[in-house]
């Protein structure tokens, strides 16, 4: 590749982050603006009885009040369970929840209006753990009363190929254990924010910090009741997302609603506690793995029942169900397979996607358990693996199609990297090493709200001043895909990417794409663009080769040149644009990705289908103080099988930030519920790790060449989490011998697992 | 917040002026504490009067037998003054330990002794306090954390505090009254609402005074991360001439707590008795209580191991 695919490219908008000229959603000011505050609910559970309105009405500033009933139509990210209002309809269902909100000539005025309002509240009992969820309670005191055989579960999402509780039965060893994983959230820096602007034409421009600008544009029209055409969303450059912006929010819908009743711009700025009420994080867990091997060291079967929090709204619920358990079919080949995985509603704010969807507490417990069969075999942990790996180009038990498989490799990098024959068991006591291995989607093959269109569409337009520019709903939230974009546009026409820019994520000028989640961006619109800019190509070939009498596929394109080998054909981009565009002025090409028929014929077969699956196996090493139970993770070596690097700086950036998130959860990020509330709602007692606490890091990137990925490439922004935690917890026995089965691994757990071990 | 003015004084004698014409005032060092509680409507002054301008308050000066060091000195400042480096290497350390690099530029060594005492029932917005009912500290009738409404348990955080006690350090307040001299020690209450005394009549921390003299100091502060955090247990320590002890913990009670003695009269058992009896630690932390106990105990483990060298 001659272009800047696969070179060490730094994302075409680092310097306006690093110099504040890049613009965020709060940055943006209009004049005449009004902001946004909201009355939220002190209570957990508690029918409204009656909001009074009349003193926060007579405040001077105060332009509107809404309040639950002006927006009482139900969305929610999934079709399948739109479940949430845009506030509070008749009762409330956590602490926080929007009540009210006030528009206002200033922040504080909406703000003191806010403490106007009175609201009359009735306390229902409240479901504060999902055990309390899962038993029967009256109707009057369910959270939804859509939940079946009255009680407060969500969703059960259950698959099982063969028998795999026999199977485990009958295998020649088996470990069950029971893991409980504490509730952790995105922790991104940009707060939520957004700006609508109702127009003089009845058009509605919503300029907001989301992952998904489509999704948005279609729940605001579905709740506002505006046709889709009059909407406008705008994704501005966005502080990081993880998954926490991939819902359409209330906030949004709020705000947007009070433009149009005050035909006057407004604007909503979270603070840092609004956004952990907002929460969408990862679910608490409760889960039971039962895993059997054979003495051979291969796994015979999997059992797992896994309950999950889902607070009190559906949200990507369904989905994280599902994913808890079948993305446990890789790395590794297990034929007798089965889960069953309970979503609960309870009182406290909903959760949601977050990097690694569903999938990192379930393998935080298959790897913790592969670490302990190893041992009981007396088998090295790595080799254990090896055995068990699927290889490239089969089908899973639950027919997820496997293509390109690096696995192997990344285990081979980091087994020789961190001289684990050498070291694994010989280390000094209190230090040890710990390996753990991972499979991600590279994108859902499905999309959340079905439809006939493709995944995602590229335009991309050349004009006559030789700038190509790529139109695409792509959200970059820092993952770098508005510079995959131009790379690969760059490397198609063989032009620098200088020439090339972006108009993205802007649902009236970019074609649809569905959103930066589910790892599917690269994939998806990474092909979409590369089959636009071919055609592009394609299209300046044609009319050069006709004008010049030269055999097309001859042409070639290179350093802003076009040219044959033997030189008959030697001009500059600029002079074969103007031929390409004579007599017929500026053109649009158009690309699009339809995801492959994939999967099975059962129900649920749909969950987890990629149309490629990214791997990794990773290797951690800490020292653990025998007497505080403080752990200190030394040194992290990744290796993450992504297909093909793009971008490797962006690989790299995508891996270490994995570990660093990963480090958080594993040693000490946990949402502390003090009935129903956060109590660790701010930076200082929501612990991510520091650059002090993050450690050492050794990437390593194997590409294995997916053939349907562009170029070969598939995801990166996920899966490399998935390791990173069980890796630690695996050091951390190798060090001292305890197994930890709660995350986070905090001091206190440590010390108390060492002290019963004695 | 709606603060009706900001108040920049140029001399102590100014700020004392302008505390006893303007009530309900607040005095404004780097603000690094105080801007959160303000954030949170914990406290609501109608007066700012900020002390950065009043340049008295920001020497460091030495002779023989002491080291002055004015109250408006940042924390960095005092971790890169090298007679302080020298001589109190154990007061660099707690410095450094405190907050973050960027908090440390403005952050100031008054304003960490007096930093005000934190609770998770209490540290937070006014909604979340409201939800749970408020708490003794602030307007409810309860303690959030021991469901009495006897006593507040607060806990001071001042890493510096911790430090300073086992310097045995004295402090120079100016009030309406002149002002006086007093033992650090002599500043706190073991009270999680009134936590601090003799600031009353307007009164101002001027300078610390840290005798210098010989020894050997131990500095140790139990957190979840390496910065950032605030303490959850800080002890200092230092052994003197013929084998006597000052021990300062913190994080641990409504103030810091000072253990004196002589090794030669008490043991490591003994010490740690005393040290869990003078502290009152309830459950009001991100770190379980329990832990944070045992960790007095394996704290003072290491300690007593470290001077056995
Ligand atoms: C993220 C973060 C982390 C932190 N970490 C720590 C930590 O690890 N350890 C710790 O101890 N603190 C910590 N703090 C709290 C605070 O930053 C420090 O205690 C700091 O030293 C306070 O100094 P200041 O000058 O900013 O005080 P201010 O906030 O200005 O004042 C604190 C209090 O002292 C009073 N005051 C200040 N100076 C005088 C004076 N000369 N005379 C009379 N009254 C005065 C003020 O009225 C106020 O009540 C942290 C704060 C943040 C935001
Ligand atoms: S210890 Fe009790 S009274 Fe004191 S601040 Fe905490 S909850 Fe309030």
């Known amino acids: ?758 | 917040m709606s603060v009706k003015s900001y108040l920049k004084p140029q001399s102590v004698t100014d700020a004392l002026i302008m505390a006893k014409t303007h009530a309900n005032y607040l005095y404004f060092a780097g603000g690094t504490d105080i801007q959160v509680y303000l954030k949170q409507q914990l406290i609501k002054p109608d007066h700012i009067i900020d002390l950065s301008d009043i340049g008295e308050l920001q020497n460091i000066a030495s002779n023989d037998e002491n080291i002055s060091i004015g109250s408006m000195t940042t924390l960095d400042a005092i971790s890169k003054n090298n007679s302080i480096y020298k001589d109190f290497p154990l007061i660099v350390e707690a410095a450094q330990s405190i907050g973050t690099p960027v908090i440390r530029k403005t952050a100031t060594v008054g304003g960490n002794i007096l930093v005000n005492n934190r609770c998770n029932f209490y540290n937070q917005s006014f909604g979340w306090r409201q939800a749970i009912g408020s708490c003794l500290r602030d307007v409810g009738d309860l303690c959030q954390v021991t469901k009495t409404s006897g006593k507040c348990f607060s806990r001071n955080v001042s890493d510096l505090a911790a430090a300073l006690f086992c310097l045995d350090a004295k402090v120079i307040i100016s009030n309406q009254n002149e002002g006086l001299e007093l033992s650090i020690v002599d500043l706190y209450n073991q009270d999680g609402i009134d936590f601090h005394k003799h600031l009353d009549h307007d009164g101002i921390l001027t300078k610390i005074i840290l005798p210098i003299d010989a020894g050997s100091t131990w500095f140790k502060k139990l957190r979840i991360r390496n910065t950032l955090d605030f303490s959850s247990l800080t002890i200092a320590a230092k052994v003197y001439d013929n084998r006597n002890f000052r021990i300062g913990l913190n994080g641990v009670s409504m103030s810091p707590v000072l253990i004196t003695g002589n090794l030669d009269m008490i043991d490591l058992e003994g010490i740690k008795s005393l040290a869990r009896k003078s502290c009152k630690t309830v459950d009001n932390d991100m770190m379980p209580l329990k832990y944070r106990r045992e960790m007095i105990d394996v704290y003072l483990d290491q300690w007593w191991v470290s001077i056995q060298k």
């Open chain 1, 1 to 758: 590749m001659s272009g800047p695919i696969g070179k060490r490219t730094p994302y075409i908008e680092a310097v306006q982050k690093v110099t504040g000229q890049a613009q965020f959603a709060e940055d943006f000011h209009f004049s005449n603006m009004l902001y946004v505050k909201f009355l939220r609910s002190p209570h957990t559970h508690a029918k409204i009885q009656n909001i009074n309105l009349s003193k926060a009405k007579k405040l001077a500033g105060v332009c509107a009040i809404s309040i639950g009933r002006d927006l009482p139509i139900p969305f929610g990210v999934l079709p399948i369970s739109p479940d949430e209002t845009a506030m509070a309809v008749n009762k409330v269902r956590y602490i926080g929840e929007i009540v009210a909100a006030v528009a206002a000539e200033s922040e504080k005025i909406a703000h003191e209006a806010c403490s106007l309002i009175e609201v009359d509240y009735e306390p229902i009992r409240d479901f504060l753990e999902p055990d309390d969820s899962l038993i029967d309670c009256s109707p009057d005191e369910q959270i939804h009363s859509h939940s079946k055989n009255g009680t407060n579960v969500h969703k059960v999402a259950e698959l099982y190929f063969n028998d795999p509780k026999k199977a485990i039965q009958n295998s020649d060893i088996s470990c069950t254990r029971t893991f409980k994983f504490a509730g952790v959230t995105h922790g991104f820096t940009e707060p939520h924010a957004t700006v609508a602007q109702w127009n003089d034409d009845e058009t509605l421009k919503v300029i907001t910090a989301t992952q998904v600008p489509h999704y948005l544009q279609k729940y605001l029209s579905k709740v506002l009741e505006i046709p889709l055409h009059k909407i406008r969303v705008i994704k501005p450059v966005v502080g990081g997302g993880f998954g926490g912006k991939s819902d359409p929010f209330p906030h949004e819908i709020i705000t947007s609603y009070l433009s149009i009743k005050t035909h006057r711009p407004v604007k909503c700025v979270f603070t840092r506690e609004e956004v952990f009420i907002s929460n969408h994080g990862r679910h608490p867990t409760k889960m039971t793995l039962s895993v059997g091997a054979d003495k051979q060291g291969k796994i015979t079967g999997l059992d797992t029942d896994i309950v999950i929090d889902g607070g009190s709204y559906g949200s990507f619920g369904v989905v994280t169900s599902y994913y808890n358990g079948v993305l446990l079919q890789g790395p590794y080949r297990i034929n007798e397979f089965g889960f069953t995985t309970t979503r609960t509603y309870t009182n406290k704010p909903q959760c949601g996607a977050m990097r690694g969807h569903g999938a990192v507490n379930p393998r935080y417990a298959m790897e913790v358990i592969i670490d302990e069969l190893s041992h009981s075999l007396k088998m090295d942990p790595c080799d254990f693996r090896e055995k068990n790996f699927l290889p490239a180009n089969t089908l899973t038990v639950g027919q997820l199609r496997i293509t390109s498989n690096g696995v192997l490799d990344c285990l081979k990098a980091v087994r020789e990297k961190s001289a684990w024959d050498e070291r694994y068991g010989n280390m000094p006591d209190g230090r040890g090493l710990g390996i753990a291995c991972g499979f991600f989607i590279s994108g859902s093959a499905l999309p959340i709200n079905w439809n006939r269109y493709p995944q995602t569409v590229v335009h991309t337009k050349l004009d006559f001043d030789g700038r190509v520019v790529i139109f695409s709903g792509a959200s970059d939230i820092g993952q770098g895909s508005d510079t995959m974009l131009v790379q690969i546009t760059a490397e198609e026409l063989g032009i620098t990417m200088d020439r090339v820019q972006v108009e993205v994520a802007d649902t009236k000028l970019t074609p649809v794409d569905l959103g930066s989640y589910s790892s599917r961006v690269t994939f998806m619109v990474g092909n979409a663009a590369k089959s636009s800019s071919i055609k592009l190509r394609d299209e300046l070939i044609k009319t050069i080769s006709k004008e010049k009498n030269i055999k097309p596929e001859s042409i070639q394109f290179e350093n802003n040149r076009i040219f044959t080998e033997d030189k008959s054909l030697n001009m500059s981009w600029d002079e074969g644009v103007e031929i390409c565009l004579a007599g017929r002025g500026s053109i649009v090409t158009m690309g699009y990705y339809i995801s492959p028929q994939l999967g099975g014929k059962f129900k649920g077969s749909g969950a987890g289908l990629s149309p490629s699956y990214s791997f990794g196996a990773f290797i951690s090493e800490v020292s653990v103080d025998k007497k505080t139970g403080a752990v200190k993770v030394e040194k992290v070596w990744g290796a993450h099988d992504c297909g093909k690097a793009l971008n490797p700086l962006a690989v790299e950036g995508q891996i270490e930030g994995s570990i660093h998130m990963g480090l958080g959860q594993a040693i000490s990020e946990e949402l502390v519920y003090e009935n129903g509330q956060f109590l660790n709602s701010n930076f200082i007692d929501y612990k991510i790790p520091s650059t002090l606490d993050t450690p050492d890091m050794d990437v390593t990137i194997i590409e294995s060449d997916d053939k349907e990925g562009p170029y070969g490439a598939k995801e990166a922004g996920e899966g490399p989490i998935h390791p990173v935690l069980p890796a630690i917890g695996n050091a951390i026995f190798d060090a001292v011998r305890v197994r930890m089965y709660e995350l986070p691994i905090t001091p206190d757990k440590v010390l108390r697992a060492i002290k019963e071990k004695i």
